[in-house]
C-alpha cells in the first residue's frame, strides 16, 4: 500500500482479555517498529524487527506483550491479561533498512487507539 | 540513557510570525534526529530528517539544525500559518534502532 495502515482503528476490551492489533507497513520496507503512547507524552518505544526478527525488544513493560513479524512484512502486537494501565495508542512504523544505506526515516501508522475498560 | 527534551511545551503565535521550537538531548552519540508533527487523533507526518554527519535541512517553510557537541537541534517555521497548528515531536536514533521522542510542542497559530 502506499503507506503505513493500522487496525483496527480502535479497540475497547475488557480487563483481563487479550487482544492482537495489526501493522501493515509500506511494501518493501525491512524495518518495522512498535512505539506506545500516552496521552500527552511522546510515542515510546517497544520493538524493533528486521525482516522476521525481532532485533531489540527491549521496550516491552513486561511478559503480557508480544509481536511477531513472520513473513517479514505485517507484524501483530499481542498483549495478554490486559490492564486499564495499558490502555493508549499503539503506534507502527516502517522504515527501509540502513543495512541497505537507508537513512532510517521512519513513516507512520494512523495508530490503534486501545481501551481497556 | 537517552533523555529528549522539548521546550517549550506549549505555543501561541499570530498569524505570519516566525518561530523556533527547540530540541535537546543527552547523548550525543546519535544515529539522526527527525522532527515530526502530529494532528490530534491522528498519527505522527515525517517533517525533517538530520543525519548525524548533518548540520540541517530544509522542507519549504521548514529549516531544521542540529549541534550535536551541545546535544540540540531547532525547528524554524517561517511565515506560520493556523494550518501548521499541531503538536511538533523530535525523535532521536542511536544506532539505527533505538529511538527516543520527546514529549513535544503544541503549537497554535492564531488567524
Known amino acids: 500500500g502506499a503507506g503505513v495502515s493500522q487496525t483496527p482503528s480502535n479497540k475497547v476490551t475488557e480487563k483481563g482479555k487479550y487482544v492482537e492489533l495489526r501493522c501493515d507497513p509500506i511494501?518493501?520496507?525491512?524495518?518495522l517498529y512498535w512505539y506506545r503512547q500516552s496521552l500527552g507524552q511522546g510515542p515510546e518505544f517497544l520493538i524493533y524487527f528486521q525482516g522476521t526478527g525481532a532485533a531489540d525488544d527491549s521496550g516491552l513493560p513486561n511478559d503480557r506483550f508480544f509481536a511477531v513479524r513472520p513473513e517479514g512484512s505485517v507484524s501483530t502486537l499481542k498483549i495478554q491479561r490486559t490492564e486499564r494501565g495499558d490502555s493508549a495508542v499503539y503506534l507502527c512504523a516502517s522504515s527501509l533498512s540502513p543495512l541497505a544505506g537507508a537513512n532510517n526515516e521512519q513513516f507512520f501508522g494512523p495508530g490503534t487507539r486501545l481501551t481497556v475498560l | 540513557k537517552q533523555e529528549v527534551t522539548q521546550i517549550p511545551a506549549a505555543l501561541s503565535v499570530p498569524e505570519g510570525e516566525n518561530l523556533v521550537l527547540n530540541c535537546s538531548f543527552t547523548d550525543s552519540a546519535i544515529y539522526n534526529l527527525q522532527w515530526f508533527r502530529q494532528d490530534p487523533g491522528k498519527g505522527l507526518t515525517s517533517l525533517l530528517l538530520?543525519?548525524?554527519?548533518?548540520r540541517e535541512q530544509t522542507s519549504g517553510r521548514l529549516n531544521a539544525s542540529l549541534d550535536k557537541s551541545s546535544g540540540r537541534s531547532t525547528l524554524y517555521i517561517a511565515a506560520s500559518q493556523p494550518g501548521d497548528s499541531a503538536t511538533y515531536l523530535c525523535?532521536?536514533?542511536?544506532?539505527?534502532?533505538?529511538?527516543?521522542f520527546g514529549t513535544g510542542t503544541k503549537l497554535q497559530v492564531i488567524p
Open positions: 525523535a532521536v536514533t542511536r544506532g539505527y534502532q533505538k529511538v527516543t
Open positions: 511494501s518493501g520496507h525491512t524495518a
Open positions: 538530520i543525519q548525524s554527519s548533518q
